[in-house]
Structures are given as C-alpha cells and as structure tokens.
T-cell receptor, first 112, second 114 residues
Framework: TQLLEQSPQFLSIQEGENLTVYCNSS?????LQWYRQEPGEGPVLLVT???GGEVKKLKRLTFQFGDARKDSSLHITAAQPGDTGLYLC????????????WGLGTSLAVNP | EAQVTQNPRYLITVTGKKLTVTCSQN?????MSWYRQDPGLGLRQIYY???????DKGDVPEGYKVSRKEKRNFPLILESPSPNQTSLYFC?????????????FGNGTRLTVT
C-alpha cells in the first residue's frame, strides 16, 4: 500500500519566518502535486512536479521533488498571514496506476 | 469562470432520511470523483467516474451511491444516512483522469447526520 507522510502535522509561526514542510514515502511516484486548502474551501492546486530532482518556484514558495521521486518538500520564504492554510501533497502512481495517494496535510498558521 | 459547483454547502439531517448532494462542472472534464475529509484521516475517495455511465468504487464506498448520466453532473446519494457519514464532502473533476492532471475541487458540503 502506498502511503504519503507529511510533516510537521501542525506549524504555527510568525510573519516573516521561513519554513519547510515535507512529504515522504517509501514508494516511487510518477508525479507529486501540492494543494493548499483554506477554511471553508476546497483544495486548490499549487504545483505539479514530475521529474526527479525538479525544483519549481511560485513566488515565495519553492517545491522540490526528490531524486528518487519518493519525497517532496515545500519551502516558504518570509511567510505571510495569507499563507495560512492546510497544505496537502498527493502522489500519482507509477505505471498504469492513475489513483492519487493523499497525505494528511500540514496545517500552517502564520501570525501577524 | 471554470468551476465545480456543489450544493448544498451545509446539510443537517436525521438517520435514515435519503439525501442527494449535487455536483456540476463546466470544464467538460471526463473524470469526476467524490471525497470525504475527516480529521486525522485526510481526504478519502468515495467513488469516481471516468466518463458518462462509467463509475467505480473508491476507498470508502459503503453507504453511498453515485450516477453519471451527463458529463457535467455527478450527484452523490446517501440512501440511508448514518451518523458515521457526518463529514465534509468534496466533489472534484479533472481531464481524462491522468495521474498528472490537476484536480479541481468544489467548495465542499458539510453534512451532519443526527
């Protein structure tokens, strides 16, 4: 069974701090998607990474896919209150498996 | 505007009273799915549909039914709701169900079964 573990589960920081959240597995994924979910809303896609070692940047957010495609990280520079939310990672199966495997999420609170 | 629309946003009902949660998407997506989200358990897929008249069970299908008579609509039916189905439900759609195709989620339906 493929599993995705996200850490930390909860994170509360002050505005302006940097942070990194992790998404780890013992399984290989063909791709890794990161979503952000705000209270009262559905998850919204931030980025998809597909190549081992790939790094993508979205303003102050930097996403990296591990070389072996088993893990990923999300780094936020100078966090702002608007970054508050639940960050979810979802892995796409290798081969013909089309199902997404979801992590439980990292709940981030950025305090002014 | 491209979107997935769920209704209702909030629903309180009693055990055994049949209910339907509607979902509609305007992006001509082939693939639609239903998830429930519970604290400590994350997002779990209930049912999915790869196209009209093609549906299949996800990870937690017990107590739920779906239908896909039209491409844009994918209602979730609870024939006899029970308290353990109290949850936050999301409908999602994407193109062709590909492993790299991003999911577009609705804004959720918070269901309470007493």
């Amino acid at each position: 069974t493929q599993l995705l573990e996200q850490s930390p589960q909860f994170l509360s920081i002050q505005e302006g701090e940097n942070l990194t959240v992790y998404c780890n597995s013992s399984s290989v994924f063909s791709s890794l998607q990161w979503y952000r979910q705000e209270p009262g809303e559905g998850p919204v896609l931030l980025v998809t990474v597909v190549t081992g070692g790939e790094v993508k940047k979205l303003k102050r957010l930097t996403f990296q896919f591990g070389d072996a495609r088993k893990d990923s990280s999300l780094h936020i520079t100078a966090a702002q209150p608007g970054d508050t939310g639940l960050y979810l990672c979802a892995g796409g199966g290798a081969g013909n498996n089309r199902k997404l495997i979801w992590g439980l999420g990292t709940s981030l609170a950025v305090n002014p | 505007e491209a979107q997935v629309t769920q209704n209702p946003r909030y629903l309180i009902t009693v055990t055994g009273k049949k209910l339907t949660v509607t979902c509609s998407q305007n992006m001509n997506h082939e693939y639609m799915s239903w998830y429930r989200q519970d604290p400590g358990l994350g997002l779990r897929q209930i049912y999915y549909s790869m196209n009209v008249e093609v549906t299949d069970k996800g990870d937690v299908p017990e107590g739920y039914k779906v239908s896909r008579k039209e491409k844009r609509n994918f209602p979730l039916i609870l024939e006899s709701p029970s308290p353990n189905q109290t949850s936050l439900y999301f409908c999602a759609s994407n193109r062709a169900g590909g492993k790299n195709s991003p999911l577009h989620f609705g804004n959720g339906t918070r269901l309470t079964v007493t």
